[in-house]
Nanobody
Framework: QVQLVESGGGVVQAGGSLTLTCEASVKLFNFKTVGWYRQAPESRRELVADMSVTGSGTTRYVASVEGRYTISTDTNKNMVYLQMNDMKPEDTARYFC??????????WGQGTQVTVSS
């Protein structure tokens, strides 16, 4: 079973930056896509950003983070990153690393809490 371990969450002031890290227990080429979701209290979990592992490395971002967040990977270290800049109080949520495969399986990390103070 794939293990995904997130780190890098914390408390940051509005306008500040954080970088989240997700370490996978297997090589990233095993996945179809890697990405980040978030869930605020009493809200649905939403896709923040994801990246196609194969081919062109296409990325997608939810509109609210476009231009502020960047997803990237380090295939040598089996790492997935989420650089978050110009953060806003509405970015406060628990952030989860997510992977899926061509076999239509998926895995989730335990999540890391991000709190943005105004």
């Amino acid at each position: 079973q794939v293990q995904l371990v997130e780190s890098g969450g914390g408390v940051v002031q509005a306008g500040g930056s954080l970088t989240l890290t997700c370490e996978a227990s297997v090589k990233l080429f095993n996945f179809k896509t890697v990405g980040w979701y978030r869930q605020a209290p009493e809200s649905r979990r939403e896709l923040v950003a994801d990246m196609s592992v194969t081919g062109s490395g296409t990325t997608r971002y939810v509109a609210s983070v476009e231009g502020r967040y960047t997803i990237s990977t380090d295939t040598n270290k089996n790492m997935v990153y989420l650089q978050m800049n110009d953060m806003k109080p509405e970015d406060t949520a628990r952030y989860f690393c997510h992977t899926d495969t061509w076999r239509q399986t998926e895995d989730w990390g335990q999540g890391t809490q991000v709190t943005v103070s105004s």
